[in-house]
């Protein structure tokens, strides 16, 4: 079975840093593209970030760029979230997804996802 | 950016109805387009893909349809377990954007 587990999240303050994990399972996780994508209090769903499934490009969502690193270990089947100077406006659960969607440099359509981990951002 | 609006933002309706939710893109996504349904406490789920291929494992009482900005998920004939809230997402380009979701309410 398909499986990701997130872990990392928790209670920083602003401007502090934090690294999320997306641990997978059920699958070759070496081929496979993978996003977060987060979902606000009172917000819809907001992507935040891709990686290519050899960890060669990546992509931001500009509420983050410059901010968050997305990495990956293929050894480890980790997906990987750096998140550095967060905002009260990152407070939000962060989600992973594999991406099914077929050929090279297509993104787009996520199943599974895991359930999330919880990140806030408050003094 | 290309931008997303579902419509409604909420629905009531019964089980054994026909229920529809509306998806408009800012600009053409071609069928670039996928829907996802998510129960409160739970991951989103992927019913359908490039506009209206269903997910494998999704009852066929879902259906996708549009191209181009104007987009159509219809459920046929609504289960107490569709009760939910439905997103669409645009994946023609980064950054990927999501619809801001059609709660489906029990009437």
């Known amino acids: 079975e398909v499986h990701l587990l997130e872990s990392g999240g928790g209670l920083v303050q602003p401007g502090g840093s934090l690294r999320l994990s997306c641990a997978a399972s059920g699958f070759t996780f070496s081929t496979s593209a993978m996003s977060w994508v987060r979902l606000a209090p009172g917000k819809g769903l907001e992507w935040v970030s891709a990686i290519s499934d050899s960890g060669r490009n990546t992509y931001y969502a500009d509420s983050v760029k410059g901010r968050f690193t997305i990495s990956r270990d293929n050894s480890k089947n980790t997906l990987y979230l750096q998140m550095n100077s967060l905002r009260a406006e990152d407070t939000a659960l962060y989600s992973c997804a594999r991406d099914i969607r077929e050929g090279r440099d297509n993104y787009g359509w996520f199943d599974p996802w895991g359930q999330g981990t919880l990140v806030t951002v408050s003094s | ?107």
Not at chain 2, 13 to 18: E, F, L, M, T
Not at chain 2, 53 to 77: A, K
């Open chain 2, 1 to 107: 950016d290309i931008q997303m609006t579902q419509s409604p933002s909420s629905v009531s309706a019964s089980v054994g109805d026909r229920v529809t939710i509306t998806c408009r893109a800012s600009q053409d996504i071609n069928s670039w387009l996928a829907w996802y349904q998510q129960k409160p406490g739970k991951a989103p789920k992927l019913l359908i893909y490039t506009a209206s291929s269903l997910q494998s494992g999704v009852p066929s009482r879902f259906t996708g349809s549009g191209s181009g900005t104007d987009f159509i998920l219809t459920i046929s004939s609504l289960q107490p377990e569709d009760f939910a809230t439905y997103y669409c997402q645009q994946a023609k380009s980064f950054p990927l954007t999501f619809g801001g979701g059609t709660n489906v309410e029990i009437k």
